[in-house]
């Protein structure tokens, strides 16, 4: 009895001594913050939860989004005994000890064994493999944290064998709860330091936070922690505070507001004169000042297509590319993917023709007649389409020299219309010979731009 009363007052010690993070985790749905797409009414988890019947599962998402968290709850709601490991310093002894003792819990039908393998794409498949039979036969309950695609990291037997759940990014608005709760939760968090944040503290916090509660709440107690209390007892946390627990200075820039837009003009204009060195600054200046950065890699795709164009085709690859390279790998790392993109922008050949030409083309089918297509274009998929002559006369460009034959294309009232004209700029300048060296037989007056 006393060696119990020992342990609980060692576990409420030990409490005490950890991490802000670590004391404000919640132990049931109803104080879990965000994943609502999982955990919301009537949702697939929520439901399994509610049920008593766990699948195992792999939790995939970015750090800070309460994977360990979920897993924990999951168990305790459900009455599981939990195991819980980290793939960094666990071994198959760990796993085999792990699995043994859940066998005797099967055996004397006591609590089903939840084992959670936090940071699993660190397994090796011989690690994964050993825990394999003892998920099929129910032993154990897998639950594995990931922040990595499972299909690349989790052996195809395993993943066959668990549902992935994919956790979002917590919102800020979730991340501002979980602060304000932390400030006034007396027992576990910081409620009787008696702590009042300045707004604009509050907002730096949030937003360099980069969606990660842990990250957010460390942050927060250091703050407080090295903030003295004034003559009433206050702790007033300023933004120099949060500035200086961060490491990082707060800029000026309102992601709703004068300076969002300004500064995307000044990257957009930068990249659209080449100057590389400006373009860089005012990305910089983007995501140091907290802005999404998948906002700037969707900027990034439309200037590829409208202020590069046809002059350098790569180029919407390149920023596709990196946009999937932000989604992948998150920031800090993401910024240089982007940063690549910007400065291949930046230096590549400028051609607006194929916006204009797109413009054109959509001036046209909004204002014009909706024109038939030519019967020689149509497919005759039906023997009563072929005897309307659909088809007719079509010249497969195949069978011809070059793999190109001149036939009409547009409706016939269209017949004359140039929409679309290469400028001299890289490789549009091979897309002009290509067109010359094709329609060369084609007056000279129907060469020229119309409408």
């Not at 005490?16 to 009537?42: C, D, K, N, W, Y």
């Not at 195992?56 to 939990?82: E, R, V």
């Not at 903030?227 to 707060?250: F, M, S, V």
């Not at 957009?268 to 910089?284: F, I, N, Q, T, V």
Request: aromatic fraction near 6%.
């Amino acid at each position: 009895m006393n060696m119990d009363m020992f342990e609980q007052q060692g576990e409420e010690q030990k409490m005490q001594e950890a991490p802000l993070a670590t004391r404000m985790r919640p132990t049931s749905l109803h104080t879990f913050v965000g994943q609502e797409h999982l955990i919301g009414e009537g949702r697939v988890l929520r439901k399994a939860i509610e049920s008593g019947k766990i699948p195992s599962m792999l939790l995939w998402g970015p750090p800070g989004s309460g994977k360990p968290t979920l897993a924990f709850i999951i168990a305790n709601t459900t009455g599981a005994h939990f195991s819980p490991i980290s793939a960094v310093s666990a071994n198959v002894n760990d796993l085999r000890r792990i699995i043994e003792e859940a066998k005797g819990r099967r055996q004397m039908n006591l609590q089903q064994t939840i084992l959670f393998i936090d940071e699993i794409h660190r397994f090796n498949k011989t690690q994964q493999d050993a825990v394999l039979p003892f998920v099929e036969d129910g032993t154990i309950t897998l639950i594995g944290a990931t922040t990595e695609n499972p299909s690349f990291e989790v052996t195809s037997p395993l993943l066959s064998r668990c549902r992935v759940l994919p956790l979002k990014p917590l919102t800020e608005d979730e991340i501002n709860v979980i602060i304000t709760r932390a400030l006034r939760d007396g027992l576990r968090g910081l409620g009787e330091l008696n702590v009042e944040m300045a707004p604009e503290a509050l907002s730096h916090l949030i937003t360099l936070s980069n969606n990660d509660a842990r990250v957010a709440l460390n942050t927060l107690e250091m703050a407080v922690v090295n903030t003295p209390p004034d003559a009433n007892g206050k702790r007033y946390i300023t933004l120099p505070t949060i500035e200086d627990a961060l490491q990082h200075r707060a800029l000026p820039y309102d992601k709703d507001g004068e300076q969002h837009y300004d500064i995307i003009s000044a990257l957009h204009k930068s990249m659209r004169g080449s100057d590389p060195d400006a373009s860089l600054y005012w990305l910089a200046r983007m995501l140091e000042a907290g802005e999404d950065p998948l906002y700037i890699a969707r900027r990034l795709v439309r200037f590829a297509s409208e202020d590069v164009g046809m002059a350098d085709p790569q180029a919407l690859v390149i920023t596709m590319a990196a946009q999937q390279a932000v989604h992948f790998i998150g920031l800090p790392e993401g910024n240089l993917a982007l940063a690549e993109a910007v400065v291949y922008l930046a230096t590549a050949p400028k051609s607006n023709s194929l916006y204009e030409a797109y413009s054109r083309a959509q001036k046209e089918v909004k204002q014009g007649p909706s024109e038939s297509v030519p019967l020689h274009l149509r497919n005759p998929v039906t023997p009563l389409m072929k005897d309307m002559d659909y088809g007719k006369g079509y010249k497969y460009a195949h069978d011809y020299p070059g793999h190109f034959v001149e036939q009409q294309n547009l409706p016939e009232s269209l017949q004359d219309k140039k929409y679309y004209t290469p400028s001299d700029q890289g490789y549009e300048k091979q897309v002009i010979t290509r067109l010359k060296a094709w329609w060369q037989k084609k007056k000279p007056e129907e060469t020229e731009q119309s409408g």
